[in-house]
């Protein structure tokens, strides 16, 4: 793929926010943006590095409508040794052509959406924080823009990646978080487009997380819409239950996101000693563990927080606080992801990919 890149003024140049204490999540972005059009005539076309700067839409786009829209979200980290890292990058391509398919749009050849990455983040290198835990987070998206009303697969596009410098996902950082598990309103529905990264899943989660979040608790534990008794997802994360040395987290069902991370944990945890499991899970069987000590701890894991504690669930009008609150297992799989992802662990994977030097 050929990728113009239309050169930046001294003034379009704004000055780097890095500070490790300041840095929220998703907030500040940098100078530059990657975007691609494609029509059905033409497929992907007009690929270019420019300003980052609003879009200009007419208000008959679809997505504006119809919510055809998907996206993505990945991180690039330094090294101690100053090398530009990302973490299995080809893993969100595919997931993206995955979204693209249920969300009848078009697919983006994998070499493409990583070369993409490869060349914008490497024009914006001096946005990527430097301290352990910091790092660029990059997220790709696509939209509908043909401008017409009707509910059909619209005939235009628009892919763009924007990069945001940012610290922890939680204002805790790594210390552990309390969940709502929410027993009424659902997040997907079987058949429905759960396991895909759709804004629409996040429009419709929204209501039940600031419920949430008005009771003091960070995030919403959903559960299955047929039964509202089977675990599916945290907000944002996959959800890992850990039973001494066993881990295990609710089998992917076509509502769940397969998470990245997820799928690594369950790939790393063998080699680690723990043996994995992924099966149903009622939430009855949950608190049941969590009460009679079987559950030694709980944690979420999804890019943007990476793997965070949990040490307590709410569940009708009653708390379930997880003994181990930041637990040995927990750390041990951290320690181990975080040290591959920054380039201090070996990586027998195959999972970093170095995108160039600082
Ligand atoms: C709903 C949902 N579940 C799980 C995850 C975790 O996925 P990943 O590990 O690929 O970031 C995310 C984040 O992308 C998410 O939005």
């Given at each position: 793929?050929?990728?113009?890149?239309?050169?930046?003024?001294?003034?379009?140049?704004?000055?780097?926010?890095?500070?490790?204490?300041?840095?929220?999540?998703?907030?500040?972005?940098?100078?530059?943006?990657?975007?691609?059009?494609?029509?059905?005539?033409?497929?992907?076309?007009?690929?270019?590095?420019?300003?980052?700067?609003?879009?200009?839409?007419?208000?008959?786009?679809?997505?504006?409508?119809?919510?055809?829209?998907?996206?993505?979200?990945?991180?690039?980290?330094?090294?101690?040794?100053?090398?530009?890292?990302?973490?299995?990058?080809?893993?969100?391509?595919?997931?993206?052509?995955?979204?693209?398919?249920?969300?009848?749009?078009?697919?983006?050849?994998?070499?493409?959406?990583?070369?993409?990455?490869?060349?914008?983040?490497?024009?914006?290198?001096?946005?990527?924080?430097?301290?352990?835990?910091?790092?660029?987070?990059?997220?790709?998206?696509?939209?509908?823009?043909?401008?017409?009303?009707?509910?059909?697969?619209?005939?235009?596009?628009?892919?763009?990646?924007?990069?945001?410098?940012?610290?922890?996902?939680?204002?805790?950082?790594?210390?552990?978080?309390?969940?709502?598990?929410?027993?009424?309103?659902?997040?997907?529905?079987?058949?429905?487009?759960?396991?895909?990264?759709?804004?629409?899943?996040?429009?419709?989660?929204?209501?039940?997380?600031?419920?949430?979040?008005?009771?003091?608790?960070?995030?919403?534990?959903?559960?299955?819409?047929?039964?509202?008794?089977?675990?599916?997802?945290?907000?944002?994360?996959?959800?890992?239950?850990?039973?001494?040395?066993?881990?295990?987290?609710?089998?992917?069902?076509?509502?769940?996101?397969?998470?990245?991370?997820?799928?690594?944990?369950?790939?790393?945890?063998?080699?680690?000693?723990?043996?994995?499991?992924?099966?149903?899970?009622?939430?009855?069987?949950?608190?049941?563990?969590?009460?009679?000590?079987?559950?030694?701890?709980?944690?979420?894991?999804?890019?943007?927080?990476?793997?965070?504690p949990i040490d307590s669930l709410y569940y009708k009008g009653r708390s379930y606080i997880v003994k181990n609150k930041v637990g040995e297992v927990t750390k041990?799989?951290?320690?181990?992801?975080?040290?591959?992802?920054?380039?201090?662990?070996?990586?027998?994977?195959?999972?970093?990919?170095?995108?160039?030097?600082?």
């Open positions: 793929m050929n990728i113009h890149v239309e050169p930046l003024s001294e003034q379009d140049m704004k000055p780097v926010f890095d500070n490790p204490e300041q840095l929220d999540f998703g907030t500040v972005f940098t100078d530059r943006m990657f975007t691609m059009k494609y029509n059905t005539e033409r497929g992907w076309h007009d690929a270019k590095i420019e300003k980052y700067r609003p879009i200009l839409l007419e208000p008959a786009s679809c997505v504006l409508h119809y919510a055809q829209e998907i996206f993505e979200g990945l991180k690039a980290y330094i090294s101690k040794d100053g090398r530009i890292l990302m973490f299995r990058p080809e893993e969100n391509a595919k997931r993206m052509n995955r979204s693209a398919k249920r969300m009848c749009m078009p697919e983006i050849p994998v070499e493409d959406f990583v070369q993409a990455i490869k060349e914008l983040v490497m024009l914006e290198k001096r946005w990527i924080p430097k301290q352990k835990g910091t790092a660029l987070y990059i997220r790709p998206t696509m939209i509908a823009t043909e401008p017409v009303l009707g509910v059909h697969p619209s005939k235009e596009y628009l892919f763009f990646i924007i990069l945001s410098p940012v610290g922890p996902y939680f204002k805790s950082g790594f210390s552990p978080v309390s969940i709502y598990v929410e027993d009424k309103l659902v997040r997907a529905v079987p058949g429905g487009v759960g396991d895909v990264k759709t804004g629409g899943n996040y429009a419709a989660s929204l209501y039940a997380s600031v419920k949430a979040k008005e009771k003091g608790f960070s995030q919403v534990l959903w559960l299955d819409a047929k039964e509202h008794r089977y675990i599916e997802e945290v907000g944002a994360m996959n959800i890992f239950f850990v039973y001494g040395n066993k881990i295990v987290t609710p089998a992917l069902n076509g509502s769940i996101l397969p998470g990245i991370t997820r799928k690594s944990v369950l790939e790393l945890a063998p080699d680690l000693g723990y043996d994995v499991e992924e099966r149903l899970i009622s939430i009855d069987e949950v608190l049941q563990g969590i009460e009679n000590g079987k559950i030694t701890e709980v944690f979420g894991t999804g890019t943007a927080a990476l793997i965070a041990v799989i951290y320690n181990d992801l975080v040290n591959i992802q920054y380039g201090e662990a070996e990586d027998e994977y195959g999972w970093v990919y170095e995108l160039g030097e600082l």
